[in-house]
């Protein structure tokens, strides 16, 4: 059964970068019509779409961050990164990686959340 | 603001029904069968409940269903049982290249 696996650091300084990892297990990342994804949720908010990379490197991201993220997916390791900087206190949130069949298909497996705060 | 309108709350009693709105735009709800429901409990990651408007995952509970009218969608829980209460968000694809827009998210409290 597949599994992701988030790592990254739950504290990061304002003006600094976020970097998060998803590690995928128990299946392979370099599957046909899948789509490996990250998302938020603020506090006392809902859901976000931060973006959706294919494993061949094919990257979407969502207009509201598409100029401060970055993902790229490594598939001899597996995994799948966010890069999102210049951080602020609206960035504070918990984190999701999700994987989608399709590019809005439904998202049917999730990472475990990693939050992160963002404070100095 | 959230792209998709859902009510904040719904509750109901052990064996009720309960339905969920997701209201939005013939850009996004209306506009191909790309809807889908989650749940979400405390300190969870969400879970696929529902997927393309009416479609349940394997292992869903049957009493878990999806329908569709125009911009709008919504989630019936027949049946309702102590463990559904929890948070509930509507997605939808957004159009062109933005994959995805949520509800704000509906808490369900079993009464």
């Known amino acids: 059964q597949l599994q992701l696996q988030q790592s990254g650091p739950g504290l990061v300084t304002p003006s600094e970068t976020l970097s998060l990892t998803c590690t995928v297990s128990?299946?392979?990342?370099?599957?046909?019509?899948?789509?490996w994804g990250w998302f938020r949720r603020p506090p006392g908010k809902g859901l976000e779409w931060i973006g959706s990379s294919y494993y061949r490197g094919t990257t979407y991201y969502s207009p509201s961050l598409q100029s401060r993220a970055t993902m790229s997916v490594d598939t001899s390791k597996s995994q799948f990164s966010l890069n999102l900087n210049s951080v602020t206190a609206a960035d504070t949130a918990v984190y999701y990686c999700?994987?989608?069949?399709?590019?809005?298909?439904?998202?049917?497996?999730w990472g475990q959340g990693t939050s992160v705060t963002v404070s100095s | 603001q959230s792209a998709l309108t859902q009510p904040a709350s719904v509750s109901g009693s052990p064996g009720q029904s309960i339905t969920i709105s997701c209201s939005g735009t013939?850009?996004?709800?209306?506009?191909?069968?790309?809807v889908s429901w989650y749940q979400q409990h405390p300190g969870k990651a969400p879970k696929l409940i529902i997927y393309?408007?009416?479609e349940r995952p394997s292992g869903v509970a049957s009493r878990f269903s999806g329908s569709k009218s125009g911009n709008t969608a919504s989630l019936t829980i027949s049946g309702l049982q102590a463990e559904d209460e929890a948070e509930y968000f509507c997605c939808s694809y957004a159009g062109g290249n933005t994959f995805y827009v949520f509800g704000s998210g509906t808490k369900v409290t079993v009464v």
């Open positions: 999700a994987r989608s069949r399709g590019r809005s298909g439904g998202l049917d497996v």
């Open positions: 393309e408007d009416i």
């Open positions: 013939s850009s996004n709800v209306g506009s191909a069968n790309l």
């Open positions: 128990g299946g392979s990342i370099s599957i046909s019509n899948y789509y």
